[in-house]
């Protein structure tokens, strides 16, 4: 069973998840409208990606005996400067979702629920791949300054970017990169 206070905050995480998914969806729709299709791209995979996310910690709060609470979600930005103002914005919210996963790691030690620490494990290794797949993207995209073919070959390599299938029995499969 999980101690009331770590369901809060399990579902202030739920929350977070589904704000990164809305903020990941308006990404896309400002690339999309900028042309750059395969930012578009890019970032609806991750909208799902991190739809995903939000079913392991509902699932999680299930088998605990714990429940999912929704709340409300903020509006995340319409806009962005450019390509690289986007990319520059995804990774600094990479950083605050790794600072909340960090933060309930340090709660479950506090607790001593290490079943809760060992599902955490997951997005902690996960939350490592997400910086530095955008800071790649990012570094990459100072390089070309942000413009011209260099942005061009960068959109159509994000557009390249595999979709998970989902199976009920095995879950999310397929590289979500």
């Not at 995804?90 to 950083?95: A, F, G, P």
């Not at 709660?107 to 079943?115: F, G, T």
């Not at 300054?145 to 942005?151: D, N, P, S, Y």
């Not at 061009?152 to 595999?162: F, K, P, S, T, V």
Request: aromatic share 10%; with cysteine; net charge negative.
């Amino acid at each position: 069973m999980i101690t009331q206070d770590l369901e809060d905050k399990f579902n202030q995480h739920i929350n977070k998840e589904i704000y990164s998914s809305y903020l990941y969806l308006s990404m896309a729709a400002w690339a999309d409208h900028q042309g750059l299709r395969g930012f578009s791209h890019w970032m609806r995979v991750q909208a799902m990606e991190e739809l995903t996310h939000v079913s392991r910690f509902f699932d999680f709060l299930t088998d605990r005996d714990g429940r999912a609470r929704l709340s409300a979600i903020a509006e995340p930005p319409q806009d962005w400067a450019n390509a690289t103002a986007l990319m520059e914005d995804t990774y600094q919210h990479e950083l605050e979702v790794s600072k909340g996963i960090n933060e309930l790691v340090s709660l479950c030690r506090e607790h001593s629920d290490h079943a809760a620490g060992a599902f955490l494990d997951w997005f902690v290794k996960e939350q490592v791949e997400e910086e530095a797949n955008v800071k790649d993207v990012l570094d990459r995209l100072r390089i070309v300054k942000g413009e011209g073919q260099g942005l061009l070959m960068i959109d159509q390599e994000l557009g390249a970017r595999a979709l998970p299938s989902y199976d009920p029995t095995l879950g999310w499969i397929g590289n979500t990169r």
